[in-house]
């Protein structure tokens, strides 16, 4: 048999397999989305994939913190009508316990840029939407020294607000970040309490020793 006919044959038996319909069945895999990559197209439509029996979505898992993700904050919005979470928070310490001149400064900064339109630059809820009653925003902003209500409210309870918005007031949760959030808490709490320590009466003077001779 010659080389040619070898060739003959082996081309025959390759084209013959090729056109069967015999197809090779892999067996059974388990947990098949993790051993096969799904792609996500961020902009199509993926509203069926629950009708395909894949249970997907983008949202991070509960209670996981991303890495490189600064001061984590674990209570959730609530639903509307709910307060839950909002009243939960009370109980949330400020992870920045002070903030030296530079970081005062910054918080400041950030301070007038985000919140100084409504609560006003002396944190007195006198900004430029409201101007005493003269701007384009006819309610008056909270005024955050001098008001029992603010100046007693809990920080973690003034992160929540802050992170989801509450009442009128929205999220800053896109324009500061959860450190900058704490910074500018922490901020309004120091003003607070320079605030009160001005407001409080002066000591009564100690009464001054009669050193007169009696006779």
Same mark, same amino acid.
């Given at each position: 048999?010659?080389?040619?006919?070898?060739?003959?044959?082996?081309?025959?038996?390759?084209?013959?397999?090729?056109?069967?319909?015999?197809?090779?069945?892999?067996?059974?895999?388990?947990?098949?989305?993790?051993?096969?990559?799904?792609?996500?197209?961020?902009?199509?439509?993926?509203?069926?994939?629950?009708?395909?029996?894949? &249970?997907?979505?983008?949202?991070?898992?509960?209670?996981? %913190? !991303?890495? =490189?993700?600064? /001061?984590?904050?674990?209570? $959730?919005?609530?639903?509307?009508?709910?307060?839950?979470?909002?009243?939960?928070?009370?109980?949330?310490?400020?992870?920045?316990?002070?903030?030296?001149?530079?970081?005062?400064?910054?918080?400041?900064?950030?301070?007038?840029?985000?919140?100084?339109?409504?609560?006003?630059?002396?944190?007195?809820?006198?900004?430029?939407?409201?101007?005493?009653?003269?701007?384009?925003?006819?309610?008056?902003?909270?005024?955050?020294?001098?008001?029992?209500?603010?100046? &007693?409210?809990?920080?973690?309870?003034?992160?929540?607000? %802050? !992170?989801? =918005?509450?009442? /009128?007031?929205?999220?800053? $949760?896109?324009?500061?970040?959860?450190?900058?959030?704490?910074?500018?808490?922490?901020?309004?709490?120091?003003?607070?309490?320079?605030?009160?320590?001005?407001?409080?009466?002066?000591?009564?003077?100690?009464?001054?020793?009669?050193?007169?001779?009696?006779?």
């Amino acid at each position: 048999m010659n080389k040619l006919t070898i060739i003959a044959i082996l081309s025959t038996a390759a084209v013959i397999i090729s056109c069967s319909d015999v197809k090779r069945k892999p067996g059974s895999v388990y947990v098949p989305d993790m051993a096969y990559s799904r792609a996500y197209e961020t902009f199509a439509d993926h509203s069926n994939l629950a009708e395909q029996g894949i &249970n997907y979505n983008n949202r991070p898992v509960l209670g996981t %913190v !991303a890495r =490189g993700e600064e /001061l984590p904050f674990h209570i $959730a919005k609530d639903a509307p009508g709910d307060t839950t979470n909002y009243t939960a928070s009370k109980l949330v310490k400020n992870p920045i316990e002070t903030l030296n001149e530079k970081e005062y400064k910054e918080a400041e900064r950030l301070y007038l840029i985000n919140c100084g339109i409504c609560h006003g630059a002396k944190l007195n809820g006198n900004g430029p939407l409201y101007k005493d009653g003269n701007g384009p925003y006819a309610a008056k902003p909270a005024t955050l020294v001098g008001d029992a209500k603010y100046e &007693n409210m809990p920080e973690g309870q003034m992160f929540y607000s %802050v !992170a989801y =918005g509450k009442n /009128l007031m929205g999220s800053y $949760a896109s324009q500061l970040s959860r450190k900058q959030r704490w910074e500018v808490i922490k901020y309004i709490k120091m003003n607070q309490a320079k605030g009160k320590a001005a407001a409080a009466p002066a000591p009564a003077a100690a009464p001054v020793a009669d050193t007169t001779a009696k006779k």
